[in-house]
């Protein structure tokens, strides 16, 4: 699936500037339930991403009840802007299609840059909830078939999306964009985004952020660590005792293995100490899952996997060897992805070993504890998610790197900075900061209102 815009682009690469959109609920203040859609686009092709490439263009409130209403207006502004943008040239007609009026009509027809440079939509980032909201998707993670690209399914008998091989049966069952469309349509709900040039199903990126480093990674780490915990490895569990005080006393062990190993390969980790409950172990039957920020968790694996190894190298059992194999590959490709975003043939087959080394290593420790009624390493819809993100980045030797949403998120924590000041009881600490926020959303309700 090439993009429309394609022959133009490669007559002149410099005239076209790709740029992602991206969305995400930042909180209106601390103690409210109020929080602000912030839209934004950036640039994929930075190398040295900054906030201020990263450009508000529309904020509302998801929970007012405006939201619903207007949001759908605040798309179709938004898409006007980037066909606009696209074109160069000062238009004629708002959103809605009426004439401009005022000062603003005396600039129409003229170029928007001087030198011609157009700006290309090349996708949209962020995660899964904002893509199923924003374009109505029929299938995602809540579904029984899981995927817009593709038809994979969560159970077995059909395409079964648990299934990680090359040549795995989903791989044969591309969605196109009008088996996509065609529910919208009947339903006359096709978002505004949808008639964006090069807008597909196809581009609405896996973000190596929320899929690998909030998504499966925790998984795999925190199964990982309770089993190598299980084996002994950091001391025995005392045979004795409530079985949470056990593991809590041999976590903390493991935790001044891991806070030694950072010092001595001077790295920095804003990550809680590991105990039962950061690893979301609060039933014994629980999966274990070390929840962290995004960049905290590649590092744990960093130091995990070399442990696995060593486990391994120990006692060659068959689970041995695929937690070792699976946490090979998921540290790979974390060193893969900051490696520059153009993979070469060998970065490229190096990505495919630990994508197969990661996934295939999971699925078989999945399967083993499944058989013995153990819930450790659960298969999620991300895990096929990440399969795509990942075939992708083989198939056209794009980096992850290149859509994953680092830079927007810092956008968006620096907005929940901004809001998140507004405690009841220190208001006056930041009150035009957290004023011109609100004012902002609410003066875009009253405009919104009267159009
Ligand atoms: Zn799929």
Avoid at 278 to 302: F, R, Y
Avoid at 420 to 440: D, E, S, T
């Amino acid at each position: 699936m090439e993009h429309p815009l394609r022959d133009e682009i490669l007559s002149a690469p410099e005239m076209h500037c790709p740029y992602v959109i991206h969305a995400d609920d930042a909180p209106l203040c601390k103690r409210g339930k109020r929080s602000v859609r912030v839209l934004q686009w950036s640039s994929p092709m930075s190398s040295a991403p900054t906030l201020l490439q990263n450009i508000i263009i529309a904020t509302n409130d998801p929970k007012s009840p405006m939201f619903s209403q207007h949001s759908g207006a605040i798309d179709l502004a938004a898409t006007w802007s980037f066909k606009v943008a696209l074109s160069n040239v000062f238009p004629d007609t708002d959103e809605f299609g009426e004439p401009i009026k005022g000062t603003r009509r005396y600039k129409s027809g003229k170029p928007l840059h001087p030198h011609g440079v157009r700006m290309v939509f090349a996708g949209t980032v962020g995660d899964w909830k904002w893509h199923v909201e924003a374009f109505n998707l029929q299938r995602w993670y809540n579904k029984e078939e899981v995927c817009e690209e593709c038809h994979a399914k969560k159970s077995q008998g059909g395409p079964c999306m648990h299934d990680f091989v090359l040549d795995a049966p989903w791989t044969e069952t591309e969605r196109s964009l009008d088996e996509y469309l065609a529910e919208p349509r009947q339903l006359d709900t096709v978002s505004p985004f949808c008639d964006i040039e090069g807008w597909h199903t196809f581009n609405i990126y896996q973000d190596a952020v929320h899929t690998d480093m909030l998504g499966v990674r925790p998984l795999a780490n925190g199964g990982a660590m309770w089993e190598i915990a299980l084996m002994g490895y950091w001391g025995m569990v005392p045979p004795t005792g409530k079985w949470k005080d056990g593991m809590n006393s041999i976590l903390a062990i493991a935790w001044e293995d891991f806070a030694r190993w950072m010092h001595v390969n001077k790295k920095h980790c804003n990550i809680s100490k590991f105990s039962c409950n950061n690893l979301s172990m609060h039933v014994q039957l629980d999966w274990p899952e070390l929840k962290s920020k995004a960049a905290a968790c590649a590092t744990v694996t960093e130091w995990l996997a070399p442990i696995a190894v060593t486990v391994a190298r120990r006692d060659g059992t068959h689970e041995n060897r695929m937690r070792s194999l699976m946490l090979w590959g998921l540290d790979t490709l974390w060193q893969e992805y900051r490696n520059g975003w153009q993979l070469s043939d060998e970065r490229a087959a190096l990505m495919e070993e630990a994508r197969k080394a990661f996934l295939l290593g999971y699925h078989a420790c999945s399967k083993a504890h499944h058989a013995r009624q153990s819930f450790i390493y659960p298969i999620i819809p991300k895990h096929h998610h990440f399969d795509h993100l990942l075939r992708r980045a083989i198939r056209t030797k794009l980096s992850p790197s290149l859509v994953w949403t680092f830079s927007e998120e810092d956008m968006m924590k620096w907005m929940s900075n901004v809001t998140g000041k507004a405690h009841g009881l220190g208001v006056m600490k930041g009150p035009i900061q957290r004023w011109l926020v609100f004012f902002c959303s609410t003066a875009q309700e009253s405009l919104l209102l009267d159009s």
